[in-house]
T-cell receptor, first 108, second 113 residues
Framework: RKEVEQDPGPFNVPEGATVAFNCTYSNSASQSFFWYRQDCRKEPKLLMSVYSSGNEDGRFTAQLNRASQYISLLIRDSKLSDSATYLCVVNTDYKLSFGAGTTVTVRA | ETGVTQSPTHLIKTRGQQVTLRCSSQSGHNTVSWYQQALGQGPQFIFQYYREEENGRGNFPPRFSGLQFPNYSSELNVNALELDDSALYLC????????????FGEGSWLTVV
């Protein structure tokens, strides 16, 4: 079983739409959780950390369910610039484990 | 940007050769990690260095080795290159601790032919 599993998509949505996707992780001892964004042929960049209480950063909302070992990301009012691959990341001790990414394409 | 710089940005090597990739961490960051990202995959953890010592390793063979220097910069060395080693190699720096943010460099694209 992979340490982090994500819905690969792709999600193809019109501008202004809401898109949501999630990932699951296998290690219940994992300590911290993140969403990273990766543009084509670029390095991953931190989008936001994810907390059990849920957290928002502008149009982005992340949620963590430790009991179900499930992490979600919701993007409201999608912009063309949101087109990217979104990587679910789980930190266990010294090691980051990445999902394979969810591809989102926002069309005009 | 992130203050993490990697070199070279692109290189082509022949199967069986050896390669050294370099990384300068963000100022003040004492922990450096290396990741391999094959096309269409998420980054895979290779190993991490903290204060010049390896303190964690992923599922990679011994021909993947590394160093961290007193200024916290780092090298990744890969011996006996194989075609499957073709990937984007990412260096990330952070302060020690599982909750600290990790910052990636732009990566080194390695093609093995």
């Amino acid at each position: 079983r992979k340490e982090v599993e994500q819905d690969p998509g792709p999600f193809n949505v019109p501008e202004g739409a809401t898109v949501a996707f999630n990932c699951t992780y296998s290690n219940s001892a994992s300590q911290s959780f993140f969403w990273y964004r990766q543009d084509c042929r670029k390095e991953p960049k931190l989008l936001m950390s994810v907390y059990s209480s849920g957290n928002e950063d502008g149009r982005f909302t992340a949620q963590l369910n430790r009991a179900s070992q499930y992490i979600s990301l919701l993007i409201r009012d999608s912009k063309l610039s949101d087109s990217a691959t979104y990587l679910c990341v789980v930190n266990t001790d010294y090691k980051l484990s990445f999902g394979a990414g969810t591809t989102v394409t926002v069309r005009a | 940007e992130t203050g993490v710089t990697q070199s070279p940005t692109h290189l082509i090597k022949t199967r069986g050769q050896q390669v050294t990739l370099r990384c300068s961490s963000q100022s003040g960051h004492n922990t450096v990690s290396w990741y391999q990202q094959a096309l269409g995959q998420g980054p895979q953890f290779i190993f991490q260095y903290y204060r010049e010592e390896e303190n964690g390793r992923g599922n990679f063979p011994p021909r993947f080795s590394g160093l961290q220097f007193p200024n916290y910069s780092s090298e990744l060395n890969v011996n006996a290159l194989e075609l499957d080693d073709s990937a984007l190699y990412l260096c990330a720096s952070s302060l020690e601790g599982p909750g600290n943010t990790i910052y990636f460099g732009e990566g080194s694209w390695l093609t093995v032919v």
